[in-house]
């Protein structure tokens, strides 16, 4: 079976996670914590990095360190990973649920432009924003940066600046990914590091992986400072085992933080395998009626976290049936995600009632990746390419 994603681990990491288990820093302390955070905050070109156990977590921790809760709504993509708007209900407000681009996947500034608009009452005076439907307070957007493409951040800035919005962008899947603020490459910004406050994933799947684990980032002190304490059980400063706030324990353990680094030192190299992982595909599958690739637009660098196709109906059998005739091919593969507004949690709460976001139950419809995993070689894409173009031809 070719498997849909398989991790390439970093030269050093047998090396670094051993120097853990020899000096005995295995847990939540040790210097390969800061090592990691300090790294990789250079890496992204911010002031501050904040290791946590999950991406999950990592969401959680940057929504509670903007002060999120009750009586609030933040603006989430309706295609998404659900741990996305569990981590708004986390602090207690609500997700406003959105549609997303046809093209990136990612959050839709145009959406938001009109809910913003048409759904909201800004006092610019003081600076709030009301949902005119709910009553709650609009404080945040959270653009996801799907598949390892950018959302088009120009506009859900500007969005956010008009309305004093703070944005919380959600990089799990974009590590090393690039946007290009006006188009212009000389002011390349790495996806995370554009807003407010990013949040990384470091699953067994992702580009940079510690197996588990997450990253929040950040150039505001203080919003660093109370991420830092919210995720360690807000352990008084003066007086520790002293507990001064209700906080989380969010610690990512020094064995991780020394797979990370070794990662992180290698993920220019891994970004280099993954878009020639993308071009092979892009070769191979080049004009196969109704099979549709991923693109990458002039104003970013897409990393092809996993790589997204959609099947069209000219190519001649449903999604589903063709993932189907892959895996009996010996080839693994995935849908895209199912749309928040069909999950359990919402499709049967009445607020949610009614609500559609077309684009992102078209995609959910027809997407899914191919192997992308890392330690693909070019054989196995060349196999499933074959594989498509066969399934394609003989409708079988």
Request: hydrophobic share 40%; with cysteine; proline share 5%.
């Amino acid at each position: 079976m070719i498997p849909v994603n398989e991790p390439l681990l970093g030269k050093n990491t047998l090396k670094y996670a051993a120097d853990c288990i020899d000096t005995g820093w295995i847990s939540s302390a040790g210097s390969y914590i800061r090592r990691f955070e300090d790294e990789f905050a250079r890496y992204l070109g911010v002031k501050f990095a904040i290791t946590t156990t999950s991406g999950t977590t990592a969401l959680h921790l940057a929504l509670a360190a903007l002060g999120l809760g009750p009586g609030d709504e933040v603006i989430v993509p309706d295609h998404t990973m659900i741990a996305v708007p569990y981590a708004v209900l986390y602090t207690g407000a609500k997700p406003v649920l959105l549609d997303v681009d046809r093209e990136t996947f990612g959050l839709d500034p145009d959406a938001v432009r009109d809910f913003l608009k048409k759904e909201c009452r800004f006092d610019g005076r003081r600076k709030i924003l009301t949902d005119k439907r709910t009553g709650r307070r609009v404080r945040a957007i959270l653009p996801v940066h799907l598949f390892g493409h950018p959302c088009r951040m120009d506009e859900i800035l500007a969005l956010a600046e008009a309305f004093d919005l703070r944005v919380v962008e959600d990089a799990a899947e974009a590590h090393g990914a690039l946007y290009y603020p006006g188009g212009k490459k000389a002011r390349a910004k790495m996806a995370g590091a554009m807003s407010d406050i990013g949040c990384f994933s470091f699953y067994a799947n992702k580009i940079l992986t510690t197996g588990e684990g997450g990253m929040v980032v950040t150039s505001d002190p203080a919003l660093a400072e109370r991420a830092r304490r919210l995720k360690d059980l807000a352990h008084d400063p003066v007086r520790r085992f002293r507990h001064t706030e209700l906080a989380y324990n969010y610690r990512m353990t020094n064995v991780q933080a020394a797979i990370g680094l070794a990662q992180l030192e290698e993920i220019e190299k891994f970004i280099v395998l993954k878009q020639k992982m993308a071009a092979a595909y892009v070769k191979g599958l080049a004009g196969i009626p109704g099979l549709v690739l991923p693109e990458e637009k002039a104003w970013a660098r897409n990393v092809y976290w996993m790589y997204a196709v959609r099947v069209e109906p000219s190519f001649g059998m449903s999604r589903d049936e063709l993932m189907k005739r892959l895996k009996e091919r010996g080839i693994d593969t995935r849908t895209f995600f199912v749309p928040v507004l069909r999950q359990p949690l919402f499709a049967d709460d009445p607020e949610y009632a009614g609500l559609r976001c077309p684009v992102s139950e078209m995609l959910a419809e027809t997407g899914f990746y191919l192997p992308s995993g890392l330690a693909l070689t070019s054989a196995q894409i060349r196999e499933v390419c074959t594989a498509v173009k066969s399934i394609q031809k003989s409708g079988r």
